[in-house]
């Protein structure tokens, strides 16, 4: 893979242990060259690792070994300092606000080759291979719903449940639901309460495991999935 030199003076070193995260977003901007710009403006204080555009082109805006920033307020599993030890990754589409849109092949595939490239050198499991949207839910969509999750599973990235199976007249506790959330990492409350911040979360949950259905309205099947993920 020929990754294209385009650095970004938005970075800084980083706090704490070792990278083992990977946080997948899209630039929500109508152009490559708009969001590079963004990206390498020392105004904009956001950056991120790398950035891959349609034709499947990658650019590396920030050394791995120093700490971008894309993720913003965040949390996954105990962590709020999300940029410390996570590398970030954008992928050009316009995103929901404007021409949201399907993720070529070429620009999956390049995903793919350079994740895996990430994973030889810093241990990233499975279940912290992440969308922006899973580590600050309610504030952000991206990658989406459409983003196939299910392929780059497939290629050995990430985490995808298989043969689930659920009983679809019975009802989630959501006591329980909120305790699975918590478990897999995100910032939920446990109050039994389908409270806004639940609702939210399970929004998030449901773009990444369950993009037929975003609505963020919990059933059996959604419970169903993330025990096997937990599993």
Known sequence: MQIIARPSPNFNERVGGAVDMLVLHYTGMISREHAMARLCDPKSRVSAHYLIDEAGNVYQMVAEEH?????????WAGSRDINSRSIGIELVNPGHDLDYR?????QMEA???LCLQIMSRHPVP???????????????RDPGEKFDWAWLAWQGVGAWPVQ???????????LELQQCL??????????????TQTRAVITAFQRHFRSERVDGVAD?????ILKQLLA
Do not use: M
Request: hydrophobic letters at 40%; a positive charge.
């Open 126 to 140: 499975a279940s912290r291979v992440l969308g922006h949207s899973d580590v600050a839910p309610g504030r952000k």
């Open 164 to 174: 689930v199976h659920f009983n679809a007249a019975l009802a989630p506790d959501i």
């Open 102 to 106: 399907n993720f070529p092949q070429r």
């Open 182 to 195: 918590s478990r897999f990492g995100y910032e939920i409350p446990q109050t039994g309460i389908y409270g």
């Open 67 to 75: 700490r971008a920033w894309h993720a913003g307020v965040s949390f």
């Open 111 to 113: 995903l793919a080759q």
């Open 220 to 224: 059996a099947h959604c419970l169903a």
